[in-house]
Every structure is written in structure tokens, then in C-alpha cells.
């Protein structure tokens, strides 16, 4: 049996989700243009839109069928850059009223936008609409594929996702000496402008040159199941000699 080096892509593509925000939608049967899209993600994994009146979703009826672009990125100095992107198919609901105080405090980190007030506070204002899945198309670096509802609803984010998106950026912030010097001794090779890209429980994946990178994984000897565990491994790997 090869041993897990990194995460699933159901699980990958859920933790992808969760630090993604919508940037167009799409409606199924016009002939518009994807129009700019605003919101975030559930904890379920749906996309929820914040739509304002006038909006052509604003009055929908019967639950159209639309595509939501979700993009997942990552700053590396002066620099975004997406993680991935995925495309979310399937129908558009009203999120029911018991749920919009709990789905607005759930996607406003993604979606800072005074509107979500007027979602609380008014019933002619802003609407919060979620996408009821049908599958999911990814694009993360090399690889690509579709997840049908169940693959992807089932899954769940990596459960170390915080804690390693803080090391991740702290390592980025204070370190990137120490990891490039690192990197050096373990391939037997310089390694210039060396970022950390990814980081989970299976390992952490390195992004080397901003423009035109290359991508290299670093495998954990076996996964870690806390964050201890985690911090430890990434304080191993920075002292590689």
C-alpha cells in the first residue's frame, strides 16, 4: 500500500471551499454574461450569495440553475495568487429566515460588506441565496476533475485547516530564510525564492519563484493529528540541515 502523501480531493477541494469567496455567477438557459458575484461559503460547503435588489437572481423563482466561481488565493508578499478555482453547479434557494443570521456571521469574514447588515436588519434589502449542490469542478495547479454532490458534501475541510493557514503565514512572514536554507540541504540544491503553499496534516507543499513556479511536495512521515503535532513538524522541517 503507497503511503498518503497528501490530502483526498474531495477533502482538498472542501478545504479549498472554505477559504474561498464567489467571484461570478452564471445562470443556466440566458445568454448573459457571468455577471461579479458576492458571498462566501457555508459551513456545509454551499456557496451563499449576497444579492441586491435589481439583481436578475433577486426575484428568481422556481430555483434557477446557475454556476458559482469560487477562488481560493494566497498572498506571498506583493503578490495574489489563486490556490484554485472551482465551479460550483447546481440550484438557487433563499436561505430559510432561521438560518440568516448564522449563514451571514458564517461568510462575512469572505464577504465584508455592510449589506449583510441589511440582510438582518431589512425584508425589502439584500437577500442571502445558497447553492444547493450538484457537483463541482476543480482546478488546483495540475490537477483537475469533477465531484459529484455526494463526494463533495461529504467530505470535510482539513480539521488542522486553521492552524496550519497560521503557521503557514507566520513561516511566509519570518522565515523564508531558514526554509529556503532548509530546502537547500534536503534537495542538494539551491533554492531560491522559496514560499510555503501548502501545509496540512499530510505535509506541506513548497512553491518556488512567484511567475513561473514549481511545486514541491514535502511529505510528513506519517500524517499528524493535532496541531502540537503539526507545529512540530513544520519546526522539524525549518531545521533540516
Same mark, same amino acid.
Not at 467571484?23 to 455577471?35: C, L, P, Q, Y
Not at 458575484?37 to 461559503?41: E, L, P
Not at 431589512?122 to 465531484?147: A, F, K, M, N, Q
Given at each position: 500500500?503507497?503511503?498518503?502523501?497528501?490530502? $483526498?480531493?474531495?477533502?482538498?477541494?472542501?478545504?479549498?471551499?472554505?477559504?474561498?469567496?464567489p467571484? /461570478?455567477?452564471?445562470?443556466?438557459?440566458?445568454?448573459?454574461?457571468?455577471?461579479p458575484?458576492?458571498?462566501?461559503?457555508d459551513?456545509?460547503?454551499?456557496?451563499?450569495?449576497l444579492?441586491?435588489?435589481?439583481? $436578475?437572481?433577486?426575484?428568481?423563482?422556481? #430555483?434557477?440553475?446557475?454556476?458559482?466561481?469560487?477562488?481560493?488565493?494566497?498572498?506571498?508578499? #506583493? /503578490?495574489?495568487?489563486?490556490?484554485?478555482l472551482?465551479?460550483?453547479?447546481?440550484?438557487?434557494?433563499?436561505?430559510?429566515?432561521?438560518?440568516?443570521?448564522?449563514?451571514?456571521v458564517?461568510i462575512?469574514?469572505?464577504?465584508?460588506?455592510?449589506?449583510?447588515?441589511?440582510?438582518?436588519e431589512?425584508?425589502?434589502?439584500?437577500?442571502?441565496?445558497?447553492?444547493?449542490?450538484?457537483?463541482?469542478?476543480?482546478?488546483?495547479?495540475?490537477?483537475?476533475?469533477?465531484?459529484d454532490? #455526494?463526494?463533495?458534501?461529504?467530505?470535510? $475541510?482539513?480539521?488542522?485547516?486553521?492552524?496550519? #493557514?497560521?503557521?503557514? /503565514?507566520?513561516?511566509?512572514?519570518?522565515?523564508?530564510?531558514?526554509?529556503?536554507?532548509?530546502?537547500?540541504?534536503?534537495?542538494?540544491? $539551491?533554492?531560491?525564492?522559496?514560499w510555503?503553499?501548502?501545509?496540512d496534516?499530510?505535509?506541506?507543499?513548497v512553491?518556488?519563484?512567484?511567475?513561473?513556479?514549481?511545486?514541491?511536495?514535502?511529505?510528513?512521515?506519517?500524517?499528524?493529528?493535532?496541531?502540537?503535532?503539526?507545529? /512540530?513538524?513544520?519546526?522539524?522541517?525549518?531545521?533540516?540541515?
Open positions: 500500500m503507497q503511503p498518503v502523501t497528501a490530502p $483526498p480531493i474531495p477533502e482538498r477541494v472542501r478545504t479549498l471551499a472554505a477559504t474561498a469567496a467571484t /461570478h455567477v452564471s445562470i443556466s438557459g440566458t445568454t448573459g454574461a457571468a455577471a458575484a458576492k458571498g462566501g461559503v459551513g456545509a460547503g454551499r456557496p451563499v450569495l444579492v441586491l435588489p435589481g439583481d $436578475p437572481l433577486y426575484d428568481a423563482r422556481d #430555483e434557477p440553475v446557475v454556476t458559482v466561481d469560487l477562488t481560493s488565493n494566497r498572498s506571498l508578499g #506583493e /503578490h495574489e495568487l489563486s490556490r484554485g472551482l465551479k460550483v453547479q447546481g440550484w438557487v434557494q433563499a436561505v430559510p429566515e432561521a438560518e440568516v443570521r448564522e449563514t451571514a458564517a462575512a469574514e469572505r464577504c465584508p460588506d455592510e449589506a449583510l447588515f441589511e440582510v438582518l431589512r425584508t425589502d434589502g439584500p437577500r442571502l441565496l445558497r447553492v444547493d449542490v450538484g457537483r463541482v469542478i476543480y482546478l488546483t495547479g495540475p490537477e483537475s476533475g469533477v465531484l454532490a #455526494e463526494e463533495y458534501l461529504g467530505a470535510t $475541510p482539513d480539521p488542522l485547516m486553521g492552524e496550519a #493557514e497560521r503557521m503557514l /503565514h507566520h513561516v511566509n512572514d519570518s522565515h523564508r530564510r531558514q526554509l529556503e536554507t532548509a530546502l537547500g540541504s534536503l534537495l542538494a540544491a $539551491p533554492v531560491p525564492e522559496a510555503l503553499w501548502e501545509l496534516r499530510f505535509g506541506a507543499t512553491r518556488r519563484g512567484v511567475d513561473d513556479p514549481t511545486l514541491i511536495r514535502l511529505p510528513w512521515p506519517s500524517p499528524v493529528t493535532d496541531a502540537e503535532s503539526l507545529e /512540530h513538524a513544520v519546526r522539524c522541517l525549518l531545521c533540516h540541515h
